[in-house]
């Protein structure tokens, strides 16, 4: 027998009192087993250190089917893990917008993935590779290339739209022609509860 799934957390040297506050509404909204909080500079060791952890892990015997994983500044509300968690694919992942202000089609920061892809893919399933040109992918790019190229579904889903918790809350809304929303920490607190659906006004540019 399996339990449905587990959250994972990763996080850099700090940790937002949004993020806090969703974490403690989640633990409290649902009977929910958590691994451990993976805190460091290098996001890929941190990832795989979670990756390694969720496959070794079990509750009463029993193994998770998927790894919920959260960054530490993400903002996020009940609602938004249950949909993220509704999808059948390998990866799925919410839509947030970077420290640039440009939207992530499929970032790793709040991503449930299936145990059969990270046991085909240890030991290191979130390492960077080398793009065209020389260049070096980040730990979450790395991470769909190589999934999508052993077989596995993903999916975007851009219903799901999270805040980000960088210097200010960054958090999609409605209009191509300003798809960002930018809300200091002094104000304009968005609400962790609130579970209505975001239509982003952006298109689909991840298949």
């Not at 390998?90 to 993935?113: H, L, W």
Request: charged content about 20%.
């Amino acid at each position: 027998m399996s339990i449905p799934f587990a959250v994972g957390f990763t996080c850099g040297e700090t940790c937002s009192s949004w993020f806090v506050d969703c974490v403690i509404r989640l633990a409290l909204s649902e009977h929910v087993p958590f691994i451990q909080v993976i805190a460091g500079p290098l996001p890929h060791r941190n990832r795989n250190m979670l990756a390694k952890l969720f496959l070794e892990a079990s509750w009463d015997g029993d193994p998770a089917e998927r790894l919920m994983m959260l960054d530490s500044d993400i903002v996020f509300s009940v609602g938004d893990v249950k949909r993220l968690l509704e999808h059948d694919e390998d990866i799925v992942s919410g839509v947030y917008p970077n420290a640039g202000g440009k939207m992530m089609q499929i970032g790793a920061g709040f991503m449930a993935i299936h145990r059969r892809v990270l046991e085909a893919m240890m030991p290191n399933p979130f390492n960077p590779v080398e793009l065209e040109g020389g260049v070096i992918s980040g730990e979450d790019v790395g991470f769909i290339m190589n999934a999508k190229a052993k077989g596995f579904q993903v999916l975007s889903d851009q219903n799901i739209a999270v805040g980000h918790a960088k210097a200010q809350i960054l958090r999609i809304v409605e209009g191509a022609d300003r798809p960002v929303e930018y809300l200091s920490f002094a104000k304009d607190r968005p609400d962790p509860q609130g579970d209505a659906e975001v239509e982003v006004g952006l298109p689909h540019g991840f298949a």
